[in-house]
């Protein structure tokens, strides 16, 4: 598959939408339900750091973005990191792509730590961010339910070899 990466815009929100969708609808990507709309979406993501992925004909085909872990100053170097891949894209490397490019833009604009939470029965989710230099930090356990189901959350965290090194 060929594509290129480019910055998300608001108008790429229904394409973002419809991929977010797809990854609820697997019930191992997030404890989500529904997915915001665009305003909503815009001021829980940091205004920096929002990626899409593209095909060479015009279709999104994943999409990457932070949002901010608190609003406390000793932090403002930290960011949860949300990485989807469409499902007719995922297998093909795009996920790694997206995830490699989120960390370069996340240290141009002077992120320290990514963070990451997925769930343990989302292997993929964990691989991907293990070939991007994020370690395991930990399992919250039964962490929360999602349709009557308890899901544990492996915790995940790169830190940057240069942002905010002495």
Same mark, same amino acid.
Request: hydrophobic share 40%; proline share 4%; charged share 20%.
């Given at each position: ?44 993501? !940091?205004?920096?750091?929002? #990626?899409? &992925?593209?095909?060479? *004909?015009?279709?999104? %085909? =994943?999409?990457?973005? $932070? ?26 490397? !795009?996920?790694?792509?997206? #995830?490699? &490019?989120?960390?370069? *833009?996340?240290?141009? %604009? =002077?992120?320290?730590? $990514? ?52």
């Amino acid at each position: 598959m060929s594509y290129s990466i480019e910055a998300l815009r608001p108008e790429d929100w229904p394409q973002v939408r419809a991929i977010y969708v797809e990854g609820i609808s697997t019930g191992t990507a997030t404890f989500e339900t529904d997915v915001p709309d665009w305003d909503e979406w815009d001021r829980s993501h !940091l205004p920096h750091s929002r #990626l899409m &992925a593209r095909t060479d *004909e015009g279709q999104l %085909a =994943g999409w990457a973005a $932070l949002s901010p872990v608190s609003d406390r100053c000793a932090y403002g170097g930290v960011a949860e990191v949300s990485v989807y891949v469409g499902a007719a894209s995922r297998g093909q490397g !795009l996920g790694k792509a997206l #995830l490699d &490019a989120l960390v370069r *833009e996340s240290e141009a %604009a =002077g992120v320290w730590t $990514l963070q990451a939470g997925m769930f343990a029965q989302n292997p993929a989710s964990i691989a991907l961010h293990e070939n991007c230099g994020f370690r395991v930090v930990g399992v919250r356990e039964r962490l929360g339910a999602l349709r009557g189901v308890w899901h544990d959350v492996v915790l995940m965290e790169r830190r940057s070899p240069t942002v905010g090194a002495d």
